[in-house]
């Protein structure tokens, strides 16, 4: 005789609903394998349209959450809601009356997750949370109890689609930066406003979920370093593509063997046969160094309702079956992290210069990367067609040809490129310090 | 304060050796996170030499196996001798002492699983076996859990890294498939007689494993239909090029509406953009898809010794922790799948053959694809050099010259295509029938 779980979802958006939908198709088969009946109980929305109404039994629909994480019949809370407030305060009411929690919500756990751990702790009940990273790709859990044993030592993820649905376009289509972001919201990948996508804001948020969890410190989104894809350009695209990269996003988390931990967000030229590189579209990747299990990558749909709701569920049958157990999995405690500045991070860069095109000029620029110890690892000189730079040319600099050059580094410190950077910018002879790119998947 | 959990490892080859050596420099860690302190206890060996000595306490090493899995010290059993006896019986015997397991025995699991599923549910304890199916990949708790409640459809691996490696060089390097064999032999990863893997046992008992959590019915190994790679040539590595595909020995289980289940395992050509496609080397991946989910890729190193114990060690904590908690995960119970025959399965399939250089040949060919409900969806045709066929010109045929017509079909049932090759095989202008590749992803 199968145990029937009653769920209460707190919000009834696009994930919400792809949950109730899915429950409502998979409860038979669910209960068969074990032994669980998962019943939605009541479910929480800010006004009660007619399109939900349809989906669900009269009486489930309720416009008062906080009845729905207090009820005594509710076992299980799923919070779907997203941002902070009202969130956080459900969540620590549902724990505190006993009841398991499953969220999606990445901003609350990049702020407070760890906070909300200790809560569920101390209530001994599960709050569980694979939908908050990468959507329906499992990472959380193999992180959390696959790899527990495991000497993580860097994860760089794909778990942006936006951003990846974008320059993926920029790089197969050779549609300029503009002209795919406005594809992109065209197809709903990207808002209005799209700046927490491209600005790298909600693949920070990731980031520092990913960290906590892979390194078992406490890493919130504020620590993140992070820049967006707004100034890569085609040229960028280009030349990567010439030198045998694409350009992603990536969110990377690493720990030294010093137990400093460095998390950040930035555009990186990515080697083509890097597992990375193949990743196209709206998909997203996490990618994970381990001492002895090697290179591990997860794939999947990192966004979307159902394919966000299939973690959910995963989520909703464990923590149920855990309830009917009277056990439930600590997300451990987590001291705070002890964070490397991104200065005193080390990796090759990729650096795109426009200079006047005249006897010694390489010799300066080179002159000033040596300076600052960074050495280079290989240089390609391109002459610029008046065309290119005709209004700069004609307004600055009337008697000059033009020329870029793109240098790759060896591995060298951050501060030192900026360094070497700021410097180049006051040369006469650069006339402009285009994209800089960290170039990862060397080492 | 820590509860320590006393292990006892059964076979101390590459797995086990290395999972020794891994728990001495993790289990401080793990204790830190999860508070438990994991001791190895006894380790049973066919010999104690010397090497082995220096890892380990004296008086853990024992030559009696039977005494280590009925010691009423030890709490949790790890397997790693391999096949099915004495396995079988000190799993068993294991599992009766109220011992949890934890083995990589792929061999065992694709005959017996099920059975020993019951018999650790019977005793209360854990049976976890991540390690079994793709190495150091976590497959086996995403499917498990994470996965529990989607749809699955479909899933194709790459679970043989032997292979995989052969068939990278034969594509990247251009290398006979002899040669890239006998390389394989050369760095340890294919064995003197290489049947298990070139020949798609070993892919075989994986895929069996996976078909039976993935779709919660027993698949044994003797259910799956295998076909292996020593029959792929250069000349099918060349036009898969051409065409936009590379070949893969792939293990395929699916799922179709009617509950049938089929499983096996044979050389594919994957088009170049799916993310199959790209797994080079000896790595491992498994593409999972489901209903809600959409696509999902795990990837990583699917053997060696610390890839492996990376797998096992996840699954010795959480064992562990169950321990501990009086609780244990049941793989549940499954009832003997309904298997449908390979025949009818359906695919685009590429077609090889050699025929005759001589008007009316193509007419004729095409003819019996047709008169078996084939339809073609691209065909080439490529002059053979005399040199080429220079044997068989002289022998048998002196006065005609030779083509090659590689046909790619529309999906077709493989029980007409076997009558069209049969067909084909008795026409006089068809000197051979060569490689029949089965074409995937494109659904």
Known sequence: MAKTVNIG?????NVGAALVELLRLRADEIELRTDLRLQVAKVAVRSTSKERAVLLDPGVLTLDAHSVVTDPDIDLIVEVIGGIEPARELISLALASGKAVVTANKELLANIGTELFAEADEAGV???FEAAVAGGVPIVRPLRESLVGEDITRVMGIVNGTTNYILTKMTDEG????AALAEAQGLGYAERDPTADVEGFDAGAKAAIIATI???????AGDVYHEGISGVT????????RLGYVVKLLAIAERFSDGTVAVRVHPAMVPNEHPLASVRDSFNAVFVQGAAVGDLMFYGRGAGGNPTASAVLGDVVDAAANLLKGTHASNGSFAKANLRPVDELVSPFYVNLEVSDEPGV????????????????????????EGVLEERVQEQQPNRGAARLIFITHAAREADVRATLHELSALDSVTSVGSVLRVIGTD
Do not use: N
């Open 9 to 13: 979802v707190l919000g009834c958006g």
């Open 214 to 220: 892979a390194f078992g410190v406490r890493v919130v």
């Open 175 to 178: 549609w300029a930066y503009s």
């Open 234 to 241: 085609q040229t960028d695209i280009e030349f990567a593509r």
């Open 126 to 128: 599960d709050l569980l």
């Open 362 to 385: 390489l010799a300066a620029v080179a002159g000033v990367f040596g300076d600052h110890r960074v050495s280079i690892h290989s240089m390609e000189q391109e002459v610029l067609e």
